[in-house]
């Protein structure tokens, strides 16, 4: 079993940054693929970033490419997501998730524990 708990969500303006942080319970999490979705108020939730229980493959949606940036740190069970040049179309509730594959998945289907989520708000 997996938790994991999501901080860093705040109210920014646009083009602002932020760094969200995913701990995780458990002493396997360097064998997990780490994923962060978000879902917006009326929308479905979809993929922003992946990375390998290794850190060595990353995953991007087209959407954040370029402004955002996924990494981990296995020593400290916790993986980020570095968001830059903030926009209001970012706006939503952010949710980490485990995938016992140890892949990048950019599905949501493949992932097997899912945090609370963390709100990011920005305003124009």
């Known amino acids: 079993q997996v938790q994991l708990v999501e901080s860093g969500g705040a109210l920014v303006q646009a083009g602002g940054s932020l760094r969200l942080s995913c701990a995780a319970s458990?002493?396997?999490?360097?064998?997990?693929?780490m994923g962060w979705f978000r879902q917006a108020p009326g929308k479905e939730r979809e993929f922003v970033a992946a990375?390998?229980?290794?850190?060595?493959?990353?995953n991007y949606a087209d959407s954040v490419k370029g402004r955002c940036s996924i990494s981990r740190d296995n020593t400290k069970n916790t993986v980020y997501l570095q968001m830059n040049s903030l926009e209001p179309e970012d706006t939503a509730v952010y949710f980490c998730?485990?995938?016992?594959?140890?892949?990048?998945?950019?599905?949501?289907?493949?992932?097997?524990?899912w945090g609370q989520g963390t709100q990011v708000t920005v305003s124009s």
């Open positions: 998730a485990a995938a016992r594959s140890g892949l990048p998945l950019a599905s949501d289907y493949g992932y097997n524990y």
């Open positions: 458990g002493r396997t999490f360097s064998s997990y693929g």
């Open positions: 990375i390998s229980s290794t850190g060595g493959v990353k």
